[in-house]
């Protein structure tokens, strides 16, 4: 199997305690994940490469992508308990169209952009990259009957920024960034840095920056930022980012991507293609892939041809990194470049999105994050409310929007509905709150040590915990501290 040198190794385990001993009640609050920035990715870039199963790269613009979240009258959250499961099951939506209409999804063609970055100066990479577009473009022909050229306008080779190779690629990290109007006063941390290089006579990456992995952050930061910015000038719906090897590490077959995009909650901002064993937020949906039977590649195999796309909400995930391939949305875009024109800056560009901007809770949300996949996370690593239905392949349904909400705000039902459901493998949501004087935010995920002097099953646990209590100041300083 190929091995991957962009993304390194994930960050140091930053878990919860597992297993925590079992409660009855529910009450109180429940949300989001740990501020632990890890490793990010390594970006790589071509603008246009000739030969191997791609023979020509297009500019096309996208159709309005169709979102599929249902907004119904449904039982009070006070019905869910127990004794309620059965009759609120029983209630719940069952999607009828996707059912009728799924010979006309597996036949869908491919309608949004798919970006393959690529590192110019790694003959590996490019050769790697070539094979993710390869595959895009021959499953879209064999299966979804569309043309070469059909399938191809929608795959984009991109240049990576390479810092180490400085001149070369920084007027790419220059585009990334002209959009933040930085100056002499305003040449904010990380993504200033090639507008000062900009400034001197060498125009080479400065000493501090030349260093592994330092420079890898760096060029990460500057590639996903300028692709960010193809998405508004080309007045794109949306975005399907590929590094170079990621059609071969997506949690989903190519052929399920634009059944995503057109089954995706219409407030979705990043939507991760990532799979995750431990529980990444509140359970969404489940539907059908359009991949059934189609899976040819390694990775397919590995996948065991699976029948059903899980969605997840992926705001309680503690500890992030990876930006192998994900779907962004152009409303997505507009709200990240506020939030880090506000802020004055950002830094590792996948911890910074998934655990710092995929949270629910802060002083100001940010953007609304998904994961999906045809893994299904068993239910013993799941928290909040799971339907009858969760897993049931002869099912398409939703949870409806109300119930996700209230356990997405609601820290303490999260946790105690996981707790009163069979096995112990649950490891528990305990968030911490920015300040005392910010009890309703969420700043990071408590550390293992704080974790396991708790017991996320004990309804009287207030959540999140108070930076104040001892032991968790520090943690919350040494978070924040990381983060800036």
Not at 326 to 344: P, Q, T, W
């Amino acid at each position: 199997m190929m091995m991957r040198r962009e993304c390194g190794d994930p960050p140091a385990s930053t878990s919860m305690a597992t297993g925590p001993a079992r409660a009855s009640t529910s009450t109180s609050s429940s949300t989001p994940s740990k501020l632990s920035l890890g490793r990010a990715c390594a970006i790589v870039g071509v603008s246009a490469l000739v030969g191997g199963a791609v023979s020509s790269v297009y500019w096309g613009s996208t159709p309005l992508m169709l979102g599929d979240e249902r907004t119904l009258r449904r039982p009070s959250i006070a019905a869910l308990g127990e004794g309620a499961r059965a009759k609120f099951d029983s209630t719940m939506f069952v999607d009828e169209k996707h059912e009728k209409d799924f010979a006309a999804r597996r036949n869908a063609p491919l309608r949004t952009r798919v970006s393959v970055l690529v590192n110019e100066f790694s003959g590996d990479d490019v050769r790697v990259a070539k094979k993710t577009a390869g595959t895009v473009v021959s499953k879209f022909m064999k299966f979804r009957h569309m043309n070469e050229q059909g399938v191809a306008k929608f795959v984009h080779f991109e240049r990576a920024v390479v810092p180490l190779y400085w001149p070369k690629t920084l007027d790419l990290a220059l585009e990334a960034v002209k959009v933040f109007n930085l100056n002499e006063t305003n040449n904010a941390a990380w993504i200033g840095v090639a507008n000062r290089v900009e400034k001197t006579a060498s125009k080479q990456v400065p000493e501090a920056w030349s260093h592994y992995p330092m420079h890898h952050h760096l060029g990460c930061l500057y590639s996903h930022l300028r692709l960010w910015n193809n998405v508004k000038r080309d007045n794109l719906e949306s975005m399907i980012v590929l590094e170079s090897d990621g059609a071969f590490l997506a949690s989903v077959d190519v052929l399920d991507f634009q059944n995503i995009i057109d089954n995706a909650p219409k407030d979705f901002d990043v939507i991760f293609l990532k799979d995750f064993r431990k529980c990444p937020g509140h359970f969404v949906k489940q539907f059908k892939s359009t991949a059934i039977g189609q899976n040819t590649t390694l990775m397919d195999a590995r996948r065991g041809s699976p029948n059903m796309i899980y969605m997840y909400k992926m705001n309680k995930k503690c500890g992030f990194a990876g930006f192998e391939s994900y779907i962004i949305s152009s409303k997505g875009v507009d709200k990240i470049r506020a939030f880090v024109a506000k802020r004055g800056g950002m830094d590792m560009v996948d911890a910074f999105v998934g655990n710092y901007l995929c949270k629910a809770k802060r002083p100001n949300h940010v953007i609304d994050c998904y994961t999906a996949s045809t893994i299904k996370i068993d239910r013993e690593e799941m928290g909040g409310y799971l339907p009858d239905w969760y897993g049931d392949e002869r099912i398409e349904k939703s949870v409806d929007s109300h119930v996700i909400e209230h356990f997405d705000n609601n820290f303490t039902a999260f946790n105690l509905e996981a707790c009163a459901r069979p096995g112990n493998r649950y490891a528990g949501f305990i968030p911490v709150a920015y300040t005392e004087h910010e009890p309703d935010t969420v700043c990071a995920c408590a550390s293992d040590k704080i974790s396991k002097s708790l017991n996320a099953c004990e309804a009287s646990l207030g959540l999140p915990l108070i930076p104040t209590r001892a032991g968790v100041r520090a943690h919350v300083e040494m978070s924040a501290a990381s983060a800036s």
